[in-house]
């Protein structure tokens, strides 16, 4: 019967040191595969939100920790006005007061998104905030629904109430009754000469007369009287 030597002990020894070592880094690898495809998915996510998306988390959590820390106040008795009037810094106040004194502070068109932006804050704007229904939904839906995308796809999980749909109707009756007070600007005036055979041709020829006019005004009486030479 033989005996291992001590050269087959340690050859044994070193294979099972190779092995746990290949063993760790095979570990390793998965984990580093993991994060790396849970970081490329998760910026393949920041990439389609749309720009707007901070701002937007940004306001409803501005707005949500106003309505939090009112509450608070309410029930200890505070004045919540009174004590935000007293953080307000100098600069802001001005900033306030600059806008206030503001007869028209409608920038005018610039883009779309800013348009469309726009036109959400200003409907959005008589919508009050109940917390308890927020942190609810937020609950049931999870914030990756919650906070939708482009690419997110949550239909069914919101359920709007009677009472929405009332303030929907309402707000858009309002709409269409200030849509109504406005008359539409006419485009033709028939007071003035008809010199276009149609509004190309009536934009081109005011073109023409915004930037030529006062050369050729001479030339024009002439042809009206026939005495152009």
Do not use: C
């Not at 099972?16 to 490329?40: G, H, P, Q, W, Y």
């Not at 068109?109 to 008589?126: I, V």
Request: proline share 2%.
């Amino acid at each position: 019967m033989s005996v291992a030597g001590p050269s087959s002990s340690g050859s044994s020894e070193k294979i099972m040191e190779f092995k746990d070592r290949l063993a760790i880094l095979r570990a390793k690898r998965t984990e580093a595969k993991a994060l790396n495809k849970s970081e490329v998915l998760e910026e393949d996510r920041i990439k389609n939100l749309p720009k707007n998306h901070t701002l937007k988390q940004q306001r409803l959590q501005k707005e949500l920790e106003e309505e939090q820390l009112k509450q608070r106040m309410k029930e200890e008795g505070a004045d919540y006005d009174r004590e935000r009037l007293l953080t307000v810094g100098a600069d802001d106040a001005e900033r306030w007061e600059r806008k206030k004194r503001k007869k028209n502070p409608d920038v005018g068109f610039s883009s779309y998104e800013d348009a469309t932006f726009r036109q959400y804050n200003r409907l959005s704007k008589g919508i009050k905030m109940d917390n308890d229904r927020y942190e609810r939904e937020k609950q049931v839906m999870g914030e990756e629904a919650f906070y939708a995308s482009r690419g997110t796809i949550n239909i069914g999980l919101h359920k709007d109430t009677p009472d929405d749909i009332e303030n929907m109707v309402q707000d858009l009756e309002k709409q269409v009754a200030k849509r109504d007070k406005y008359s539409r600007r006419r485009m033709y005036d028939d007071d003035n000469d008809i010199n276009y055979i149609n509004e190309r041709n009536m934009k081109f020829n005011k073109k023409l007369e915004r930037f030529y006019g006062a050369y050729t005004e001479e030339i024009k009486q002439n042809l009206e009287r026939g005495t152009a030479v």
